[in-house]
């Protein structure tokens, strides 16, 4: 994960829709409508913005969910077409907005982030949802084509869902249920990758290991960030007194918030276990440098006297002591084995190894 690319639009007036530039885009916006009551449900792909408007003036419920909003004119048409705020608009556009509610009057704008665990990269992957709650619509707009919504769309089509006998602030509980339901996914996975670190962590640890840990706790970072803006979202759902949020919605709306919790707390101990990976590996790299250490000032103690007897007999004086002996030699090999043996057992004895 890294941070996503600005559009450039320094001096431009607020509400400006500057399209950023850092990846492509498809030709069309994919646009996906769901109407639905109790008794019946159309399903059906939106060519022209101007279909959406009628939809969302019947007394059903309407979900029309916008795949890829850098696509041009896309959030133009939406606004001229139900006179949505320009600010609203550029908010989602700019996909770098932490979670957030908002309350409009005629609608209410909500932004959270959509997390899924790319398994080819082997990273978590962040995507900005916003939502638009009506008096009976619902409009997410997502970056990129593929969402997680295909549970939710089956329960849409089942006459006997719960779904199909609520109005459009449970569709926008809905989606922002299973946002928060594939939020214990991706922990799944980092709990795995966690479970893994240790496992490397116990038996060898590497500069590799070290490098693990801190590219995940840098990815726990970005989840917190977008995870933790969530339960004041969520809260102030349930505060609100607006019309569009039913009474009969803020129980399912408070089990929400619980889940989120859940899942920073998750995160926070995630955290911590991590911070302690690093200190443990910390220490056990210091304690295998402490036991080279030790082995290397065992030899060099012992080799310290040896090498000065050496250097003693070494010297080139004329009248050298005991030089012509015949049995120098062994004597004085016999001489540096006693002394190597017996710093070695005042070692032993010291416990010093």
Same mark, same amino acid.
Do not use: C, H, V
């Given at each position: 994960m890294r941070p996503k690319k600005r559009a450039h639009k320094s001096g431009m007036p607020p509400g400006t829709l500057v399209y950023a530039t850092d990846r492509p885009?498809?030709?069309?916006?994919?646009?996906?409508l769901f109407d639905f009551d109790e008794q019946h449900v159309v399903e059906n792909v939106v060519h022209d913005i101007a279909e959406c408007v009628p939809f969302t003036q019947a007394h059903t419920v309407t979900w029309i969910n916008v795949d890829d909003v850098q696509v041009s004119g896309v959030l133009e048409a939406f606004g001229n077409a139900l006179g949505f705020h320009p600010l609203m608009l550029e908010d989602i556009l700019h996909t770098d907005q932490r979670p957030k509610y908002e309350d409009y009057g005629d609608y209410i704008f909500l932004v959270l982030k959509m997390l899924d665990f790319d398994a080819a990269k082997n990273e978590i992957v962040i995507e900005q949802l916003s939502l638009v709650?009506? &008096?009976?619509?619902?409009?997410s707009f997502q970056e990129r084509p593929g969402d997680m919504f295909d549970a939710l769309r089956e329960r849409i089509r089942k006459n006997a869902s719960r779904i199909r006998k609520s109005g459009s602030d449970y569709t926008a509980y809905a989606l922002m249920d299973s946002v928060v339901d594939r939020y214990f996914d991706v922990l799944e996975k980092i709990g795995e990758k966690i479970e893994a670190l240790e496992?490397?962590?116990a038996k060898n640890p590497?500069?590799?290991?070290?490098?693990?840990i801190h590219k995940l706790r840098q990815e726990l970072i970005f989840l917190r960030k977008s995870v933790w803006p969530l339960r004041d979202v969520v809260a102030s759902m349930q505060r609100a007194e607006s019309p569009l949020i039913h009474e009969s919605t803020e129980l399912f709306l408070r089990d929400l918030h619980d889940h989120v919790i859940r899942v920073a707390d998750?995160?926070?101990?995630?955290r911590d276990m991590l911070s302690s990976m690093q200190d443990v590996y910390l220490s056990s790299i210091s304690?295998?440098?402490? &036991?080279i250490m030790k082995v290397l000032t065992l030899f060099s103690s012992i080799f310290l006297p040896l090498t000065f007897i050496v250097g003693v007999f070494g010297m080139n004086f004329r009248n050298f002591p005991e030089l012509d002996w015949p049995y120098g030699l062994q004597a004085t090999m016999v001489l540096m084995v006693l002394v190597g043996v017996g710093m070695y057992l005042f070692f032993k004895f010291k416990k010093w190894i």
């Open positions: 885009t498809t030709q069309d916006a994919r646009i996906t709650l009506g &008096e009976n619509y619902i409009i496992i490397m962590l590497k500069p590799d290991t070290l490098r693990s998750s995160i926070d101990t995630y304690n295998r440098t402490n &036991e």
